[in-house]
């Protein structure tokens, strides 16, 4: 059974902008942080971003001034905005609580690249 599915990857050049989205369950949405998460080819899933419940947000270093984590409550949709993309971005997202302790959904793959 799927709770977490996300969409809106895709093919960018360096630079390019995309906006990925995570519709969650109900249940999802009770955690208090629901969190962005990657898996870039041959390497570990890996932390991007947070939001909270109220809207604060936290980032990886790497990614912060770049994306925006945003939420709709209403929607049970989590989104992640991302900006001035680099080919070291080209991963796997997920979304999941943070810490994940729910069952990953099939990602979407974004891929930076000339």
């Known amino acids: 059974q799927v709770q977490l599915v996300e969409s809106g990857g895709g093919l960018v050049q360096p630079g390019g902008s995309l906006n990925l989205s995570c519709a969650a369950s109900g249940s999802i949405f009770s955690a208090y942080i629901m969190g962005w998460y990657r898996q870039p080819p041959g390497k570990q899933r890996e932390w991007v971003a947070t939001?909270?419940?109220?809207?604060?947000?936290g980032y990886t270093a790497s990614v912060k001034g770049r994306f925006t984590i945003s939420r709709d409550n209403a929607k049970n949709t989590v989104y992640l905005q991302m900006n001035s993309l680099k080919p070291e971005d080209t991963a796997v997202y997920y979304c999941n609580t943070n810490p994940a302790t729910r069952r990953w959904g099939q990602g979407t793959q974004v891929t930076v690249s000339s």
């Open positions: 939001i909270t419940s109220g809207g604060s947000t």
